[in-house]
């Protein structure tokens, strides 16, 4: 009994019994339907074994969308319970452990997996390759991240969630501070998922600069592929960082280490500085590719190439570099001097330079074209104005004196979603609507997807609008509640209001997604928005080797090329046959090891936790001396599935 | 699979060259691992708190042993690579064998230095010095013992399949991991034992 006490919540209410319920019921409603429907070995071989890169990023994107939801209702919840002075609905407790989840489901479990279900996606289709350089690493990096997710989302049902913020500063985040094991949860679903994101990173890497196809250098390359390029390079060097800061967070707290401790030397501060080196390119790891899809959309939609392509890379490049450069500018107030806060009020004013270089170039491209408003569209042009309140918002905070007002305030929390929001979920939603042909064979249906772009435009406007000025009056983040003196009620309802016609945008996506599937047609071609790169040049859906003939490029618009100018994709029209990677199943299955290896870390259950470091070995031995060649699809194979999909062209 | 002759065997197929790219990028990953280990160290080095300091219990001798070993079998395993080079497979594995007999000895030293530690008062929970002190050599011993297992699947393969394109693609990417844990530890040899006894 003593040993299972430890799994229960520390502060249970009607809610979390409820979701304890609501989980186990889906689970078993989940079996039930996989048994009956006999579909256990349909979604082995095809899905949980698969190694395609067009697959993996089908599932990514399930898995972001579903956690849009799961950080949706936390959102939803925290802006009903500040809709009112005084209101009762959550208590203080609660309300940490929401805006903690909130931010964490958000950026980690949401914002992450979007933008690698697009990079997985499209970046090899836009080179014009077969797969990524590592499909079997490119599977583990995806079941990490679900298995971190997975982890993250059991918190508030079993043993607590994590709730010292999404930052987890220490000491709060310490032993002392916060006894649950909620913030255990944080440090090893954050390290196992962040495991797979830096596996990520390379792959794309190698990918980019070994698999274009022939006479695509790089200054050819379309932006999306350009953005996720710089995107990943910021991986590759940030991600460490943040596996050491977890890693000697979780030392501080399982093993008494005194890293960021208070006494024997420990220095808080420390953590601050390790989470923000990692954590200010994190947020540019999130808007690169971003970018990246306005660019491709901006220019197919104002039928014109796009606008300075050169400076666009060079921003890109140096926003990659300066994003290393201004961590600081999330805790001026935290007496670091003024010497240090005026630099790092200066690289951040700066890095909004490069940024405005490449709003200007999204409006030249605009210039003179021949613009038509689709729904991707629609989302781009959203985007440029409301995204530009939130960079200047941000170049206020960023002047350290006058920092002082804003920091900590609502005022803070409504410049970063006004950033986030209409720049990266504006931009994935543009791509989710741009590439869902591409990916399911037919389009989601216009005009809802206008509806769903107008209410989350006005949704977005009344729920963080009147946060800059409650800010400016002081109201603090992360206060559960406040008294009706203040005045802030009237203003917070309205941001509750904003919130709820959010909430109605989201669900229409999905009901867009039910209506599109039943009554779409599936006859779209290969090229259904007119568009101007390479991944519009095979057929919709994409078959397995995404090309039948590597195609052969010379301008970063390969298929405009095709379409305007008689360039010839295809010169070789024989086929040969095709090396594709096998399916595996240890990638799965290591990533359900690594997700048993982190349980038991966070409740310190010592014995499984080293039987699972074995197993997590085991698996790396069996990669070691696995002999894996890949398989061949035949020529036969090949003119079949080309003559399915109408000729090869 | 094609194999391009002209082409030393771990750079002949395209999938070699991925690996070895890839292992590139991997390395830079972890350069930037183990530069926020170090810059963790510098920020706390003189924060000792109750404990002792690096001058206190640092002891020249072993880190000497240690240094020696592990330059050694950097070399080797370069000797290892030349051999596999020339084709000559007998003397790839056993320069490969030196080089891993070497890195087992390295970590014995090294834990008897930790024992050492413990000893005197110098756990891993003493004080902030101490903590980061103990995970920076300890990471870079964790990746030594990984190494020794990793060599060991290596020999095996080469021992039983001979010298083929991915064999030898192997090998080289582990010399390359080797090499570096050998450049990380010159650091930790300077800026951590030897400005840590001056």
Known sequence: ?649 | MKIDHSLPLEYSTDQNQYNILGFWIFLGAEIMLFATLFATYFTLANRTGSGPSGAEIFEITPVLIETLLLLTSSFTIGLGIHAMRLGNKKAMLSFFSITLLLGLAFLGVEIYEFIHYVHVGAGIQTSAFTSILLTTLGTHGAHVTLGLFWGLFIILQVKKRGLTPQTANKSFIFSLYWHFLDVVWIFIFSFIYLKGMM
């Not at chain 1, 971190?148 to 987890?168: E, K, Q, R, Y």
């Not at chain 1, 037919?442 to 963080?464: D, H, P, Q, V």
């Not at chain 1, 909430?503 to 047609?521: D, E, K, P």
């Open chain 1, 1 to 649: 009994m003593e040993f299972l006490e430890r799994f229960a919540v520390p502060h249970p209410s009607i809610a979390i019994y409820a979701s304890m319920v609501a989980i186990g019921l889906t689970m078993i409603a989940i079996v039930a339907g996989l048994t009956y429907f006999k579909k256990w070995g349909y979604l082995w071989r095809e899905w949980l074994t698969t190694v395609d890169h067009k697959r993996i990023g089908i599932m990514y994107l399930i898995s972001a969308l579903l956690m849009l939801f799961r950080g949706g209702v936390d959102a939803i919840m925290m802006r009903a319970q500040l809709s009112a002075p005084e209101n009762t609905l959550l208590d203080a407790q609660h309300y940490n452990e929401i805006f903690t989840t909130h931010g964490v489901v958000m950026i980690i479990f949401m914002a992450m997996p979007f933008i690698f279900a697009l990079m997985n996606f499209v970046v090899p289709l836009q080179i014009g390759a077969r797969d990524v350089a590592f499909p079997r690493l490119n599977a583990l990096s995806f079941w990490l991240f679900f298995m971190g997710a997975m982890l993250f989302n059991i918190s508030f049902v079993i043993g607590g969630s994590p709730d010292a913020g999404w930052t987890s500063y220490f000491p709060l985040a310490g032993n002392e501070f916060s006894t649950s094991v909620g913030t255990n949860y944080y440090m090893l679903a954050i390290q196992i998922s962040g495991i797979g994101s830096l596996m990520t990173g390379i792959n794309m890497i190698t990918t980019i600069l070994k698999m274009r196809a022939p006479g695509m250098t790089l200054m050819k390359m379309p932006m999306f592929t350009w953005s996720s390029f710089i995107a990943n390079v910021i991986i590759v060097f940030a991600f460490p960082v943040l596996t050491v800061a977890l890693a000697m967070g979780t030392m501080d707290r399982l093993f008494g280490t005194q890293f960021f401790t208070m006494e024997n030397g420990g220095m808080d501060m420390l953590w601050a500085n390790l989470f923000w080196v990692w954590g200010h390119p994190e947020v540019y790891i999130l808007i690169l590719p971003a970018f990246g899809i306005y660019s491709e959309v901006i220019s197919t939609f104002s039928r014109k190439n796009l606008y300075g392509y050169k400076s666009m890379v060079a921003s890109m490049v140096v926003i990659s570099l300066m994003s290393f450069l201004v961590w600081a500018h999330h805790f001026f107030t935290m007496g670091q001097g003024a010497l240090t806060n005026s630099i790092f009020s200066i690289t951040t004013m700066a890095i909004a330079v490069p940024t405005g270089v490449k709003i200007f170039n999204w409006l030249l491209t605009m210039w003179k074209g021949k613009i038509e408003i689709t729904t991707p569209m629609l989302y781009s042009l959203l985007f440029i104005p409301l995204f530009t309140l939130g960079g200047v918002t941000g170049v206020m905070l960023a002047m350290s004196a006058a920092d002082y007002q804003y920091h900590n305030t609502m005022f803070l929390v409504a410049h970063f979603h006004n950033v986030i929001i209409p720049g990266v979920v504006f931009a994935m939603l543009a791509g989710l609507t741009y590439y869902w042909p591409k990916m399911f064979g037919f389009m989601l249906n216009e005009r809802i997807g206008k509806w769903t772009a107008w209410l989350l435009s006005i949704g977005f406007l009344l729920a963080f609008m009147p946060m800059y000025i409650t800010g400016l009056d002081g109201q603090a983040r992360r206060m559960y509640t406040y008294s009706e003196a203040t005045g802030f009620g009237p203003l917070n309802m309205i941001s509750f209001v904003g919130a709820i016609i959010m909430a109605v945008g989201f669900a229409l996506i999905v009901y867009n997604v039910y209506y599109s599937t039943r009554y779409a047609s599936r006859d779209i071609g290969e090229d259904p928005w007119d568009a101007r790169t390479l991944e519009w040049a095979t057929h919709n859906p994409v078959p397995e080797y995404n090309f039948a003939v590597v195609p052969e490029v010379r301008s970063s618009e390969a298929l405009w090329d095709a379409k305007k100018h008689g360039h010839v994709l295809f010169k070789d029209r024989n086929y040969k046959k095709i090396h594709m990677p096998n399916n595996s199943g240890v990638p799965f299955i290591m990533s359900l090891i690594f997700f048993v290896w982190g349980f038991s870390f966070i409740f310190s259950l010592w014995i499984p936790a080293i039987l699972a470091t074995i197993g997590i070995l085991v698996c790396m031995a069996h990669r070691s001396f696995e002999q894996d060649h890949g398989h061949y699809i035949s020529v036969e194979e090949i003119e079949e599935t080309e003559t399915k999909m109408r000729g090869a062209k």
